[in-house]
């Protein structure tokens, strides 16, 4: 029953995406993601999702508490082109006697700040010397973006410990170990901050001489597949989220692949995201190598 009508719940939110019409029942995500559509000229021709339930709480014996995925896939049609945009969300929806009171995306909490400033110096012996190769990278993003590869740790905001696997794959060299506040590595489950933490990340890519190392760029446009977007949320300074470029709409505008929000292929401004705030910046990296 209750699973029947967490379904119910997902294709009413389907018919709001590919509603010609708006409602003013839809959601503000909703009208968001349409928003943003129209604005590039793009459309959702179709949307399918699948739900899946995670875990069920029993609060009392009225009371029950669901934990489930969304899985969307969006076919949009811009112009002549055509592609499908993936996301999960997770959420969170508690029921009385069987009926939904309550049902909403699950928020995910900021990152600790990391006060240390995380040192971009390198030791003899490391290597640091390498040539970026990008389709590695998309490929990884592409093969990861909603399950976790066992060979890492997985954090709750995963985001940047996603895109610096997606770079190392791409065979960035990790250095620094085993010094937290220096370099960019992972290894024997310990990290520096600058592969876990996107605030550090976000310092590190153009502050590096060596190894891993980017140019920030202006125009979203001049991204390549397996460049690096940063976003600062709330525009305060304190950067939140990490995305890498998988792919570009029929504009030349950079498409994303993420973790925590777990999406592929997703438009990079995060306009229907419910992080999304009117103050929200936007740091654009394209990845520099030794070639």
Not at 241 to 246: D, R
Request: charged share 30%.
């Amino acid at each position: 029953m209750i699973r029947k009508l967490l379904m119910e719940k997902v294709h009413h939110v389907i018919e709001e995406y590919t509603s010609r019409s708006q409602s003013d029942y839809e959601s503000d995500k909703v009208r968001r993601k349409k928003a943003s559509c129209e604005e590039r000229h793009a459309e959702i021709v179709k949307v399918d999702a699948t739900g899946k339930v995670l875990r069920i709480t029993q609060e009392s014996n009225e009371t029950q508490t669901i934990l489930y995925d969304v899985h969307y896939k969006y076919l949009i049609k811009q112009g002549a082109l055509l592609y499908l945009e993936e996301e999960v969300e997770n959420r969170r929806a508690v029921f009385y006697n069987d009926k939904m009171y309550e049902d909403g995306e699950i928020q995910i909490q900021r990152e600790e700040s990391v006060e240390e400033e995380v040192s971009v110096t390198h030791e003899e012996g490391e290597r640091v010397t390498y040539r970026y190769d990008r389709l590695s990278a998309v490929q990884y993003a592409e093969r990861w973006w909603n399950s976790y590869n066992p060979a890492f740790k997985k954090f709750e905001n995963d985001c940047t410990n996603y895109i610096s696997q997606c770079l190392h794959a791409g065979d960035a060299p990790m250095r620094g170990y085993p010094t937290k506040g220096k370099g960019w590595w992972m290894r024997n489950q310990n990290w520096s901050y600058s592969w876990t933490v996107a605030n550090s990340l976000r310092w590190y890519i153009p502050n590096s001489t060596i190894g891993l190392r980017g140019r920030l760029v202006d125009d979203p446009k001049e991204l390549k597949l397996g460049d690096v977007i940063c976003y600062d949320f709330e525009g305060d300074g304190r950067f939140d989220h990490t995305t890498i470029v998988t792919g570009k709409d029929a504009a030349g505008d950079p498409l994303v692949n993420a973790h925590t929000f777990n999406s592929r292929m997703r438009y990079w401004k995060y306009e229907d995201s419910t992080a999304y705030t009117p103050n929200m910046k936007y740091r654009f990296f394209t990845i520099v190598d030794d070639r």
